[in-house]
C-alpha cells in the first residue's frame, strides 16, 4: 500500500496523479503543480534512509546533488520540501516528467539494439556522465533501469536519472551502501566499497554491451546465489577472468572500446568520460592495456605510432621550436652533445583548459616514437603511507627497463604542489620522491613530459634545471589555428557549400580548442540533425552568436601574467605605464 492517494495534496503545491513504483526508503509518484504541469515525485521516508545517504550538515544526499545539475541528458531538478504525513516527517523532491521508457523497458520489446542507435545512447549518458565527472559527482549506478528515452520531442534524448547512490569524489567510501547495486554493472573494486569515475566508466561500458548483446558482459544465473551474495559476487569475478564473446555484427573498433572500459584494473580504463567519447568518435586509437606486470600501478604501451604533429592543427612555432629543442635532441644526443648541449630531462606544458595539453602531448610521443608511459593523479597518489613515492619509485624503474621512454604525467599540479603550501605532509613527501628519480633521466633514456592549468602552483624545486627543463605555453589557438580546427572538424560531417573557414575564425577569438570542437561544431551538428539538413554558415555563425567561451577573459589574462613569470619577465616593468613631463 502507497503512502500517498490519489488527489492528495503535498506541501500546498502537488497534486497526487497516480503511484508508480515503490523502492526500499522512497516511493515514486506522477503528480501535477498548481500549473496543472504534470510532475515526478519521490517521496523518501526519513526512518528508512541509511546515515550514509545524508550530507554531513543532515540533508538527503541525492536531493542536494540533483539540486547542482542542469543537463540535457539529466533529470531536471525543480523543487524539494518537507511534509508531515500523518505524524510522520518525509522529504520529497520534484523532478521534470519525462514522457518516454527506460532502456529496459525499450529492450524486453527490442531483446537488443543496432550499433548507431546504441552509439548514439552512450554518447549521451558519456555527455551526461561528463557533467557530473566536472562537478566531482559520481554516479555509482549507470544501468540500463537508470537511463530514460525521453519521446516527447522528434529524436529521442537520454537522460540519467534516479541519483540513488550518486556520492560526491570527496566523500569516504568507507561506509559505502551498496546494497541493491546491479553487480554485473558495477567494477571489480567497487565489490570493495571503492568507487570512482572510472566505475562509472565500467558501468557504461557495461550497457553498451548489453544493449548490442541483450545480456550484460560476464552474465551468470544469479537464482541459486539468492542466499549468498558472497559467492554470487566470487562468481561473478571469476567470469570476468574469461575472455569476453561478441556477436559477429560487432565490429572490432567497437569490442576494443567496450573491453577498454570493462579492465579489471581503474587504471587501464578510459581515464575520463571524456576521453571515451573521443574514442567512439574516431578522434583517438584504442590501445588495449598491455598485462601489468605484478605490484605494479605503471600501464605500458608500445612505441606510439599515429600522424604525430600533422595530426594537430596550426601551433607551427611552438611544433618546430619543440623540434629543435627537443624531438632533435632525444633522437641525436651525440650531435647536440658535440656542442656541448645535454639531453632534456623534462618538459612542462601548460596554459588553459581545453587548449589541447593532453592531445599535444600524445602527439609528442607519436612525433618522438619512444615507448610510453601515461600517469595521473589517479594511477600514482595514493592515501596509504609512502605507497605514492612507491607508486613513483616503480613507474621509473619500469621506464628504466624499457628504454627510450616518455613519461606522461597529467595534473601534476594535484601531485606535486608546492611544499611551501598548506599541502599534505604526504604530498611533499611526493614531491621529494619525484626530484630523487628526476636526478638524470636524460642520461637513463627516460624523458618525463607534464602538463598543467595551474603552473604556479607546481614546487619549484620540479622547474629548476636538470627536471623540467623546458616550459612550453599552449595558449587560446591563434586565427590559423582556429581555421584549422575548423576544416579539421567539419571536413568529416555533412557540410553546406560556402562554409568560410576565415570568416568563423576571426568570429572565434579568445575561444580554446575544445569549445570549437564541442561548443561550436558538435551544437551545430545537434542543430542540423534536428532539421535533417546539412551543416551550413548560417548554422555555425548562430551558434558562435550564442555561445561564450568557456575561458572568460580575464581569465585567459592571467594566464598571461604566468606566462611572463614562468618566462621570467619583470611583471611590474613590463606593466610601468611611461612618464609624461618632467
Do not use: W
Amino acid at each position: 500500500m502507497s503512502i500517498l492517494s490519489k488527489g492528495q495534496n503535498i506541501d500546498n503545491k502537488y497534486s497526487v496523479s497516480f503511484f508508480l513504483k515503490k523502492g526500499s526508503y522512497a516511493e515514486t509518484y506522477r503528480v501535477q503543480n498548481e500549473a496543472k504541469e504534470t510532475k515526478f515525485l519521490k517521496l523518501f521516508d526519513y526512518s528508512k534512509l541509511h546515515r550514509t545517504q545524508f550530507t554531513e550538515s543532515g540533508d538527503i544526499l541525492e536531493v542536494e546533488i540533483l539540486k547542482q545539475i542542469k543537463h540535457p541528458n539529466l533529470v531536471k531538478y525543480n523543487d524539494s520540501g518537507n511534509v508531515i504525513i500523518d505524524g510522520q516527517k518525509f522529504a520529497y523532491v520534484v523532478l521534470d516528467f519525462i514522457s518516454g521508457e527506460t532502456l529496459s523497458d525499450k529492450m524486453k520489446r527490442e531483446n537488443i539494439l543496432n550499433l548507431y542507435e546504441t552509439k548514439s545512447i552512450i554518447l549521451s549518458v558519456l555527455n551526461g556522465l561528463n557533467y557530473l565527472h566536472n562537478k566531482q559527482i559520481i554516479h555509482n549506478d549507470i544501468t540500463n533501469q537508470n537511463v530514460m528515452l525521453d519521446l516527447s520531442g522528434k529524436v529521442a534524448i537520454p537522460k540519467i536519472i534516479d541519483f540513488g547512490y550518486a556520492r560526491f569524489l570527496q566523500q569516504s567510501n568507507k561506509d559505502f551502501l551498496k546494497d541493491g547495486l546491479n553487480l554485473f554493472y558495477t567494477a571489480n573494486e567497487t565489490f570493495n566499497k571503492v568507487f570512482s569515475f572510472q566505475s562509472d566508466i565500467y558501468s557504461v561500458g557495461a550497457l553498451y554491451y548489453h544493449l548490442l548483446t541483450g545480456l550484460p558482459p560476464y552474465f551468470v544465473e544469479i537464482s541459486k546465489y539468492k542466499s549468498d551474495k558472497m559467492q554470487l559476487e566470487e562468481t561473478i569475478l571469476e567470469e570476468r577472468k574469461k575472455t569476453l564473446k561478441f556477436s559477429d555484427k560487432t565490429d572490432e573498433q567497437t569490442q576494443n572500446i567496450i573491453l577498454k572500459a570493462l579492465q579489471p584494473k581503474a587504471e587501464n580504463r578510459f581515464k575520463s568520460a571524456k576521453e571515451f567519447i573521443q574514442a567512439l568518435n574516431g578522434e583517438m586509437e584504442v590501445e588495449l592495456s598491455v598485462p601489468e606486470k605484478k605490484n605494479t600501478k605503471v600501464q605500458l604501451k608500445e612505441k606510439k605510432k599515429g600522424k604525430g604533429f600533422s595530426a594537430i592543427a596550426g601551433m607551427k612555432e611552438l611544433k618546430a621550436q619543440m623540434q629543435l629543442d627537443v624531438i632533435d635532441a632525444l633522437h641525436n644526443p651525440e650531435e647536440y652533445a658535440r656542442f656541448g648541449l645535454t639531453i632534456p630531462n623534462g618538459m612542462l606544458l601548460y596554459g588553459p583548459p581545453g587548449c589541447g595539453k593532453t592531445f599535444f602531448a600524445k602527439h609528442f610521443a607519436e612525433e618522438v616514437g619512444f615507448n610510453f608511459i601515461h600517469a595521473n593523479p589517479g594511477t600514482l597518489k595514493s592515501r596509504y603511507v609512502n605507497a605514492t613515492e612507491e607508486n613513483i619509485s616503480k613507474m621509473f624503474q619500469e621506464a628504466e627497463k624499457n628504454a627510450p621512454t616518455i613519461i606522461f604525467i597529467e595534473e601534476i599540479s594535484g601531485l606535486f604542489p608546492s611544499r611551501d603550501s598548506d599541502a599534505h605532509e604526504m604530498s611533499k613527501n611526493a614531491v621529494e620522491a619525484m626530484l630523487a628519480e628526476m636526478d638524470r633521466t636524460g642520461e637513463k633514456g627516460i624523458f618525463v613530459l607534464c602538463a598543467t592549468n595551474y603552473p604556479d602552483k607546481i614546487d619549484t624545486a620540479l622547474l629548476r634545471a636538470g627536471r623540467l627543463d623546458k616550459k612550453f605555453y599552449l595558449s587560446p589557438p591563434d586565427f590559423e589555428a582556429r581555421k584549422a580546427l575548423f576544416e579539421m572538424y567539419l571536413k568529416v560531417r555533412p557540410i553546406d557549400f560556402g562554409i568560410d573557414y576565415d570568416k568563423l575564425a576571426g568570429l572565434t577569438e579568445n575561444f580554446v580548442s575544445s569549445d570549437i570542437k564541442d561548443l561550436i561544431v558538435d551544437e551545430a551538428s545537434r542543430q542540423a540533425l534536428k532539421t535533417k539538413s546539412r551543416i551550413t554558415m548560417k548554422i555555425l555563425e548562430e551558434v558562435i552568436k550564442n555561445t561564450k567561451p568557456s575561458v572568460p577573459l580575464k581569465e585567459l589574462k592571467k594566464y598571461e601574467v604566468i606566462k611572463a613569470q614562468m618566462e621570467g619577465e619583470n611583471i611590474e616593468q613590463k606593466n610601468e605605464r611611461p612618464r609624461i613631463g618632467f
